[in-house]
T-cell receptor, first 109, second 114 residues
């Protein structure tokens, strides 16, 4: 079983739609959680950290469910510029991050 | 603004050649990382370094070595390139090694080994 699993997509949604991605992790000792965004042929960049209480940044909301070991990302009012691959990332209280393979989002006009 | 640069965007080498990939960060970060990214496999950690002259193996170190002689520079070396090392190589750095830190990535080097 992969340490971090994501639905690869693609998720094809119209502008203005709400879309949600889930990610599951296998190690219950995982301590830190993140969503990174990677545009086509570009490097990954941090989108947001995920906190136990859930957190919001504009149109983006991240949630963590430790009991079920999953993380979610909700994007409201999708924009064309949101088209990218979203990487779920987990840390085991070490220096190493474990990356999921990513979920691809395509927003169309 | 954090900047991580990599020496080449695209590189083509022949099987058996020695390959050097260079990475430089300008923010005085302690930790530096080398990953490779392949379709369907995501980012996999090759090596990382938490201090000058220190290195730790990641998940897939076989066939690679690294060098960190200066804090800002972290080099990945393929001693004898093979076709299965064709990949996108990404360097990253972070300020501390707590795992809670943001990792900042360079633009990547797409290496093709013929």
């Amino acid at each position: 079983r992969k340490e971090v699993e994501q639905d690869p997509g693609p998720f094809n949604v119209p502008e203005g739609a709400t879309v949600a991605f889930n990610c599951t992790y296998s190690n219950s000792a995982s301590q830190s959680f993140f969503w990174y965004r990677q545009d086509c042929r570009k490097e990954p960049k941090l989108l947001m950290s995920v906190y136990s209480s859930g957190n919001e940044d504009g149109r983006f909301t991240a949630q963590l469910n430790r009991a079920s070991q999953y993380i979610s990302l909700l994007i409201r009012d999708s924009k064309l510029s949101d088209s990218a691959t979203y990487l779920c990332v987990v840390n085991l209280a070490t220096d190493k991050l474990i990356f999921g393979t990513g979920t691809r989002l395509q927003v169309f006009p | 603004d954090v900047k991580v640069t990599q020496s080449s965007r695209y590189l083509v080498k022949r099987t058996g050649e020695k390959v050097f990939l260079e990475c430089v960060q300008d923010m005085d970060h302690e930790n530096m990382f080398w990953y490779r990214q392949d379709p369907g496999l995501g980012l996999r950690l090759i090596y990382f370094s938490y201090d000058v002259k220190m290195k730790e193996k990641g998940d897939i170190p076989e066939g690679y070595s690294v060098s960190r002689e200066k804090k800002e520079r972290f080099s990945l070396i393929l001693e004898s390139a093979s076709t299965n090392q064709t990949s996108m190589y990404l360097c990253a750095s972070s300020l501390y090694g707590t795992g809670r830190d943001t990792q900042y990535f360079g633009p990547g080097t797409r290496l093709t080994v013929l």
